[in-house]
């Protein structure tokens, strides 16, 4: 199983990126597809999921700005954010799920990692 996010890069606060994962090696359509994030020094943390029938869930600290979407016939999961923050600087992680779940010890792979910088 492979899990390759792409898309992070400098961008100034108030500005928008959108973040791709492609996927591989599972049968994407039934997985949830969570994206996590590492800020420098901080622990890992959920931000949004998608389960498998499309209902999406966010962090509080994202809700209103982030938006999770999947194409299930590209095994590809996207996270559009807008209105980008500094404190949203980090390390933006994707993984799958067997459950519909926050917690990241339910996520049994994860893709390597996209670095996200917001700059003031």
């Known amino acids: 199983v492979q899990l390759q996010a792409s898309g992070g890069g400098l961008v100034q606060a108030g500005g928008s990126l959108r973040l791709s994962c492609a996927a591989s090696?599972?049968?994407?359509?039934?997985?949830?597809l969570g994206w996590f994030r590492q800020a420098p020094g901080k622990e890992r943390e959920y931000v949004a999921r998608?389960?498998?029938?499309?209902?999406?869930y966010y962090a509080d600290s994202v809700k209103g700005r982030f938006t999770i979407s999947r194409d299930n016939a590209k095994n590809t999961v996207y996270l559009q954010m807008n209105s980008l923050k500094i404190e949203d600087t980090a390390v933006y992680y994707c993984a799958a799920a067997g459950v519909i779940s926050p917690s990241l010890s339910d996520y049994n792979y994860w893709g390597q990692g996209t670095e996200v910088t917001v700059s003031s």
């Open positions: 090696g599972l049968t994407f359509s039934i997985y949830t």
């Open positions: 998608i389960s498998w029938i499309g209902g999406s």
